[in-house]
């Protein structure tokens, strides 16, 4: 039988102490987690898509920034990468909760079991839906993602819990006519909040870049 997963095991790839901006209205620290199973043309971190990296912050100082920060942050948000890609997530939320922190979650829905998993320990949550169902392909390079996004977005409606749902609008791949019915259908699916957002030429890939540069 093998040992359950740990917080200690969590690729951390960087954390940011103070975020006014990952949890809307909240003040919160920020944990960027290794390795994400998409490959979104417009990624502003690719450095992060790597689930083979190691970490290079550990556990237990993400740990110490919190108990030093009592009544000065309202929260962790686990960020990625793909935080639901990493076994030791739920141990790491709770052991937030029990510092008496408020827990957020960025996640693309690509683990759905997983997301099941911690879903109970998340009092907020930011879900990506890079597109229209027909169109995940050619913006996060796996069909098959779709599937799984929109049944994490199914859980997390039924759920009840504080929900953003985001999308990047890669002018690459999607028309206002496709933003149009994306925001139609979680419209229909009950969705309170949906923000787009636009894609980001920092970080991003020269290759991503020239070929925004010339769509129209």
Known sequence: MSA???????????????????????????????????????????????ARVPGT?????????????????????FSGGEPTRQPGLA???????ELGFGVGLHTSGAYPRRFAEVLPLCDWIGLDIKAPERLYGAVTGVQAAAAKAFACLRLALDAGVALQVRTTVDPTTMTSDDVSELTETLLR???????LQEVRTEGARTEYVERLASAP
């Open 4 to 50: 359950p997963a740990r917080a200690e095991d969590l690729q951390i790839a960087g954390l940011a102490r103070l975020s006014s901006c990952d949890w809307p209205g909240k003040l919160v620290a920020t944990m960027f987690l290794q390795g994400c199973p998409l490959d979104c043309g417009y990624c502003h971190n690719p450095g992060l898509l790597d």
């Open 57 to 77: 912050i550990h556990w237990q100082e993400a740990v110490a920034h919190l108990e030093r920060r009592h009544g000065l942050l309202d929260g962790m948000v």
């Open 91 to 97: 141990d790491a939320m709770r052991q937030v909760r």
């Open 189 to 195: 699916l009950g969705v309170g909040e949906h923000v």
